[in-house]
């Protein structure tokens, strides 16, 4: 299983990017994918699911800001990140688990796979 991240980088206060995630070793379209964040010296932070139905999840410290997508024929995912803020400085993570296995944004420990993070600065 791996995936991968990509599209991280240092962007002003208010402006967007669009993380990547290529994937491969599972059967993609029975997966629930989503996105985490690490901050320094922080927990871990579920910040949007997108289940195999494609409807998604977010909680509210990031919602209207983010939107995550999937494309079942290329097995990636995306996060569209908009109106970015100094606090959304961390490594994102890509991570995935299987639909019958419930996970949780808010248990880390409840997905499966994870990817190796891409780092997102926010300048002020």
């Known amino acids: 299983v791996q995936l991968v991240e990509s599209g991280g980088g240092l962007v002003q206060a208010g402006g967007s990017l669009r993380l990547s995630c290529a994937t491969s070793?599972?059967?993609?379209?029975?997966?629930?994918l989503a996105w985490f964040r690490q901050a320094p010296g922080k927990a871990r932070e579920g910040i949007s699911a997108?289940?195999?139905?494609?409807?998604?999840e977010y909680p509210d410290s990031v919602k209207g800001r983010v939107t995550i997508s999937r494309d079942n024929d290329k097995k990636m995912v995306y996060l569209q990140m908009n109106g970015l803020k100094p606090e959304d400085t961390a490594i994102y993570y890509c991570?995935?688990?299987?639909?019958?296995?419930?996970?949780?944004?808010?248990?880390?420990?409840?997905?499966?796979?994870w990817g190796r993070g891409t780092q997102v600065t926010v300048s002020s």
């Open positions: 991570v995935a688990s299987h639909g019958w296995s419930h996970p949780r944004l808010s248990e880390d420990v409840s997905f499966q796979y």
């Open positions: 070793g599972f059967l993609f379209e029975d997966y629930v």
């Open positions: 997108i289940n195999s139905d494609f409807s998604t």
